[in-house]
Every structure is written in C-alpha cells, then in structure tokens.
C-alpha cells in the first residue's frame, strides 16, 4: 500500500484542489435502479511527519479520518437511487470474504501502479479491465449486497518543527515536502467481480479528512463521475 501512495504522488500535481482521475471500465452501464451497494468501512492510515522527515503514526487521526469518511459517504450516497449497506472489514475478515478483501487491496495497488504509474502492462492498453474474480459472489450472498464500494486513505501532515525547518531551508533554495494526503475509491459488480469503476485523489487544503468539512470535500471529489 505504501508503494501505491508514492506512485500517486508522483503522478498528480498538488495544487489548492483536490486532484483526481478515476477510470470506467468499457461497456458498463449504470448500476440499476435500487440495487444495493456495500460500503466498506474505509481503510486510512494517517501519520505526523516530523522535523526529520519521518513518519509518526497517530492512530487517534487514523480513527477520525475513517470515522468521517465512513459519515461522508453515507451522507452523499444516502440521496442515489441505491441501498446503502456499511460493513466493517474487522469482522469480515473470516473466511472467503476476509481473502475477497484482502485481495482488493492486492488489485487496487496494481492498478495504482499500472494504470498511473510509469508502466503499462500490455494486456490493459487502451481499456480499464481489472477483476477479483467469480469469488466476489462471496460477498453478494453474504450481505445481499449487488456492489461493493472500496475506500483507502493515507498520508502525513506536518509537524510545527517540521514547518519551522521548511521555512529555514527554502531561505537557502532547498524545498523538501510539507505531507500529503491521499485515497482511491472502486466501485466492484459482485456478480461478476469486475471492477467497474475506480477514482484516485490527492487531497487539497480544503480537503483535510481528520475533520467532518474536510473529509466531506474530499468524499465530494472522490464521487466525482461515479456511475451511483
């Protein structure tokens, strides 16, 4: 997970909005009408980057932000034309439905690396076609749910020595990073385990998800031509 969040930084410009790219995988159409979409409690490791460059993690932030992303995308998906279904992973975690979401990760970090990263794999040029395979039946059966929506977070916000020590350096010309944030979101059809849609951010100022505003502004552009 930690090569995906270096491969997305590398990839976008940080400006003072929130940036993302999502893909959508040829010829699918909109979910139907009342189909039942499970939302799975975001995964988020948010850390403190020190004077030194190193990353401290804070669990207390971790908590917040997943907390407030888990509200956020219940609020914004609470309108569609959808059922709304949350689970918890930590209690999933058995059986088929703990390696479907283990695997997730597995194929979200892929992607990350082969559709915006520097490489291309040769299979995939020209189409977004990614899958968890026929197992993802697992999940369907087990919660009634038709879809499954995925959400990972990282980053790092800086320390006041840490600010103090970027001040000093860039008076010499010398810049280093002051943090970043980041998250992926994928949409997966249960039936048939195909990744149907997927979006990755780089958060911006205003999209601070240790605080309910900022969490929600990051949720916003995160839904962003979402097929929901």
């Known amino acids: 997970m930690a090569r995906f969040f270096a491969i997305l930084v590398a990839c976008f410009a940080i400006g003072a909005c929130t940036t993302t790219d999502s893909r959508t995988a040829i010829g699918i159409g909109q979910p139907r009408e009342g189909a039942t979409v499970l939302l799975v409690r975001p995964d988020v490791q948010l850390a403190l980057l020190t004077a030194a460059g190193l990353p401290e993690p804070r669990a ?8 407030n992303l888990e509200r956020s995308f219940t609020s914004q998906l609470s309108g569609s034309r959808y059922a709304i279904k949350s689970i918890d992973p930590e209690s999933a975690m058995g059986g088929r439905s703990g390696q479907l979401l283990r695997l997730h990760e597995a194929v979200g970090t892929s992607i990350a690396l082969f559709e915006y990263g520097p490489y291309r794999l040769p299979t995939k040029k020209g189409s ?23 959400v990972f977070a990282n980053g790092t916000y800086a320390s006041s020595g840490r600010i103090a020590t970027t001040l000093v350096l860039a008076a010499f010309g010398v810049s280093v990073p002051l943090g970043s944030q980041q ?26 998800m240790r605080n309910p505003s900022g969490s929600d502004s990051l949720v916003t552009s995160l839904l962003k031509d979402a097929p929901l």
Do not use: K
């Open 60 to 67: 207390d932030w971790s908590d917040e932000a997943t907390a």
């Open 128 to 150: 977004f076609a990614w899958t968890l395979g026929e197992g993802a039946s697992s999940l369907a059966d087990e919660y009634g749910a038709d879809y499954a929506l995925f």
């Open 183 to 208: 998250a992926f979101v994928s949409l997966v059809d249960l039936r048939t385990g195909q990744i149907i849609w997927f979006n990755m951010a780089v958060a911006g100022p205003q999209a601070d």
